[in-house]
């Protein structure tokens, strides 16, 4: 089951308003052109940003996301019928020989056990040809990014078109090793309407991602950073072996 903020409609519906700045994208639209992809799975794709960037670029895209709720968004923007949309995730996918795997924003960190993340990364390696590759990110535990997660440094208030104005913030409800907790709050203007969303996301680091790469048959090509995020996250690169 999918957070609420993905899979609730309205919620789902809000979501790019919420954070219209995907200037974190650019990175990947880049590596796809520098590793010269002409087709790319976007795992976790939610609403549909990247997948539809891309297809506007004529790549071959197919988004895949367990939110029915946020791939109906996704369905509905200019473009979209340019992309091939799948409900489910990297476990069910069909046959498929991708030149580039993408999971953009915290998508890696969805995966909170082992057994998620390994299913997840055999799934990927399956769908992508000899010699293509898997990118995403994650971020660096050691800068403890959830310490920002309260009301008073991530409260917004927008104004959102067909929602009126809308509040939101985080809040931090547990840190238990590598698992964090939180809960996000969206408050909607219009009809006072209280709607929250609870979340875990899994900070594994730099080495224990590298290993588990290796484990399951990718050779690691490198480790960026994040422009958009310097020093917070690191982007892998890794790549199915010919």
């Known amino acids: 089951m999918s957070d609420a903020i993905f899979e609730n409609p309205r919620l789902a519906g809000i979501y790019d308003g919420l954070d219209p700045d995907r200037g974190d994208l650019d990175a990947y639209a880049a590596m796809a052109a520098e590793f010269g992809a002409r087709s790319v799975l976007d795992v976790g794709c939610g609403t549909g940003t990247f997948a539809c960037l891309l297809a506007a670029r004529g790549l071959e895209v197919t988004g895949v996301d367990p939110a029915?709720?946020?791939?109906?968004?996704?369905?509905?923007?200019?473009?979209?019928?340019?992309?091939?949309?799948?409900?489910?995730?990297?476990?069910?996918?069909?046959?498929?020989?991708?030149?580039?795997?993408?999971?953009?924003?915290?998508?890696?960190?969805?995966?909170?056990?082992d057994d998620e993340w390994s299913a997840t990364l055999r799934g990927v390696r399956a769908a992508l040809r000899p010699g293509g590759r898997l990118v995403f990110e994650t971020r660096d535990p050691a800068r403890q990014a959830w310490l920002r997660w309260t009301r008073d440094q991530s409260f917004s208030r927008r104004d959102i078109e067909g929602a009126g104005v809308v509040q939101s913030w985080?809040?931090?409800?547990?840190?238990?090793?590598?698992?964090?907790?939180?809960?996000?709050?969206?408050?909607?203007?219009?009809?006072?309407?209280?709607?929250?969303?609870?979340?875990?996301?899994?900070?594994?680091?730099?080495?224990?991602?590298a290993g588990s790469l290796a484990a399951h048959g990718y050779q690691l090509d490198g480790v960026r950073d994040a422009p958009d995020r310097p020093g917070l996250e690191f982007v892998f690169i890794a790549r199915r072996p010919d």
């Open 170 to 209: 985080h809040e931090l409800s547990d840190v238990s090793g590598e698992l964090v907790s939180f809960r996000s709050v969206v408050v909607f203007e219009a009809d006072d309407a209280v709607l929250t969303s609870t979340s875990t996301l899994r900070f594994r680091d730099r080495g224990e991602v």
């Open 68 to 113: 029915a709720a946020s791939l109906a968004v996704a369905r509905a923007k200019p473009g979209a019928d340019a992309v091939r949309w799948l409900h489910g995730d990297a476990t069910c996918l069909p046959p498929l020989q991708v030149d580039l795997a993408c999971m953009t924003g915290n998508v890696a960190q969805v995966f909170i056990t």
